[in-house]
């Protein structure tokens, strides 16, 4: 299916530009040259991608981006600028942009940056259908959040629960304590304790005593790994 991309831009040379090469990717592209236009074609819901100038006639890209997060369109942001400092990059991630890029910028590195974040969204979107996780003889219901191996319900804290799925969706991965301090305590620091291999332990021992297969390994000097493989 072809990819669908917005472009807000006033510069006409940029615009044609932007979708010259787009279009020559593989994607459909639409313009709009000010952000009252922008606002309406992207609060239809119907692009995979919007690209937004920073500096547009009629409602500036900031505005227009925080009227299309306000009115609960989740499409992704790319902004460009030639306002390029730190605070203007804040500026424009606060607003709702999902990344923003410097002008003068390459075509190459535009690409690329469109190609993660139409990964993000494809795997939000899967994350999203699934309802159920199984690694091994180990079933997890994202719905009815139970946890059952062998057919045996394991009963689990709020906590323990949310730290299982994390490693379920990345099983047979290694996932760092730094990782999981980030998505499941919101911690972007190191707090300076064990609370992760603390909360490993305990899920560790719910999940594995009375199994004759261990499930979670420690993968030393790196993380954790949820494999039925040792």
Request: aromatic share 6%; with cysteine; hydrophobic share 45%.
């Amino acid at each position: 299916m072809t990819r669908k991309i917005l472009i807000v831009e006033d510069d006409a040379g940029t615009a044609s530009y932007l979708a010259k090469g787009l279009t020559e990717a593989g994607f459909a592209v639409e313009n709009a040259s000010d952000g009252r236009d922008g606002l309406f074609l992207a609060s239809e819901g119907i692009f995979d991608l919007i690209i937004a100038d920073r500096m547009l006639p009629g409602l500036n890209g900031l505005a227009m981006v925080g009227a299309i997060r306000a009115a609960e369109v989740r499409t992704p942001v790319l902004m460009l600028s030639a306002l390029a400092t730190v605070d203007d990059r804040v500026d424009g991630l606060k607003a709702g942009a999902d990344d923003y890029l410097c002008k003068p910028f390459s075509f190459a590195e535009l690409f690329a940056r469109i190609e993660a974040l139409l990964r993000r969204t494809d795997r939000a979107a899967t994350q999203q259908q699934v309802t159920r996780l199984s690694v091994g003889d180990l079933e997890i219901d994202l719905l009815a959040r139970t946890v059952t191996r062998e057919g045996r319900t394991i009963p689990l804290g709020a906590r323990e629960f949310n730290l299982l799925e994390y490693l379920a969706r990345h099983a047979g991965q290694v996932v760092t304590r730094t990782m999981m301090l980030e998505k499941i305590w919101n911690y972007h620091f190191d707090p300076g304790s064990n609370v992760v291999d603390v909360h490993i332990g305990r899920l560790r021992r719910k999940i594995e005593e009375g199994f004759a297969t261990p499930i979670l390994h420690t993968v030393r000097g790196a993380g954790y790994r949820l494999s039925v493989e040792s």
